[in-house]
């Protein structure tokens, strides 16, 4: 049988305070070196992770100037610290701010969204035609913006524009998106990704289309196809 190892281990822990008017979440999850999980899969090996975050939700009175938003979602702060277990070294470090995010009264979102990132790198790997990444810690701002529109129509859409600093480079992330309800059972979907990236030896643009079919067979069965 196996030894038991007293490091083999991983946990999970989170408090949360939701409330229609003020949202509140925070955990903190490790999962050591020696943890090989038997059944399922791990999101990161060898790590520590802080979160938390703070939402404002208020809504605007419906008979008012702003009544067809029906709610917005203003973050002051969203944390995201995850290290290394055994060295403590980052790994990766998020402070976002949510200035302007709300919901209208018809089901379209919108967001905009602002990042002080770090990333430590502790390999070199590649990226894209004959661009490497070097090791060490990279810091870098992003900023984003988002559309959506109701997906429950029968013809829906969304866009969102990504760009900020990469890698000691930059880069920018344009997302179009739409969506067909053929029947109350099937969906089909189309989005287009392009990915201009700027850095000190090399400049790139990716493109990217991908598409889905959803099936619902019942409320509790369903298939996807991508």
Same mark, same amino acid.
């Given at each position: 049988?196996?030894?038991?190892?007293?490091?083999?281990?991983?946990?999970?822990? /989170?408090?949360?305070?939701?409330?229609?008017?003020?949202?509140?979440?925070?955990?903190?999850?490790?999962?050591?070196?020696?943890?090989?999980?038997?059944?399922?899969?791990?999101?990161?090996?060898?790590?520590?992770?802080?979160?938390? +975050?703070?939402? *404002?939700?208020?809504?605007?009175?419906?008979?008012? $100037?702003?009544? $067809?938003?029906?709610?917005?979602?203003?973050?002051? #702060?969203?944390?995201?610290?995850?290290?290394?277990?055994?060295?403590?070294?980052?790994?990766?470090?998020?402070?976002?701010?949510?200035?302007?995010?709300?919901?209208?009264?018809?089901?379209?979102?919108?967001?905009?969204?602002?990042?002080?990132?770090?990333?430590?790198? /502790?390999?070199?790997?590649?990226? #894209?035609?004959?661009?490497?990444?070097?090791?060490?810690?990279?810091? /870098?701002?992003?900023?984003?913006?988002?559309?959506?529109?109701?997906?429950?129509?029968?013809?829906?859409?969304?866009?969102?524009?990504?760009?900020?600093?990469?890698?000691?480079?930059?880069? +920018?992330?344009?997302?179009?998106?739409?969506?067909?309800?053929?029947?109350?059972?099937?969906?089909?979907?189309?989005?287009?990704?392009?990915?201009?990236?700027?850095?000190?030896?090399?400049?790139?643009?990716?493109?990217? *289309?991908? +598409?889905?079919?959803?099936?619902?067979?019942?409320?509790?069965?369903?298939?996807?196809?991508?």
């Amino acid at each position: 049988g196996h030894r038991f190892q007293s490091e083999a281990h991983a946990l999970r822990l /989170q408090a949360q305070y939701p409330n229609d008017k003020l949202s509140i979440f925070t955990s903190y999850q490790r999962a050591p070196a020696p943890f090989e999980p038997e059944v399922g899969l791990e999101r990161r090996e060898n790590f520590q992770e802080a979160f938390a +975050t703070v939402t *404002l939700q208020p809504r605007p009175d419906p008979e008012g $100037w702003l009544g $067809w938003i029906r709610q917005f979602f203003i973050t002051p #702060g969203t944390i995201t610290y995850t290290y290394f277990d055994d060295t403590r070294a980052l790994q990766t470090f998020i402070y976002q701010i949510t200035p302007l995010s709300f919901e209208t009264r018809s089901g379209e979102n919108v967001n905009f969204n602002l990042q002080r990132q770090a990333e430590g790198v /502790q390999d070199t790997f590649s990226v #894209g035609p004959d661009a490497q990444i070097l090791p060490g810690t990279y810091w /870098q701002n992003r900023f984003s913006a988002s559309f959506s529109s109701f997906s429950s129509r029968r013809f829906s859409g969304n866009a969102s524009v990504d760009w900020g600093g990469y890698f000691g480079g930059a880069r +920018t992330a344009t997302r179009v998106g739409t969506g067909w309800r053929a029947s109350r059972f099937l969906r089909v979907g189309f989005t287009y990704e392009r990915n201009a990236i700027r850095l000190d030896t090399l400049t790139f643009t990716t493109h990217l *289309l991908r +598409t889905n079919m959803r099936y619902g067979i019942t409320p509790n069965l369903f298939g996807t196809v991508l």
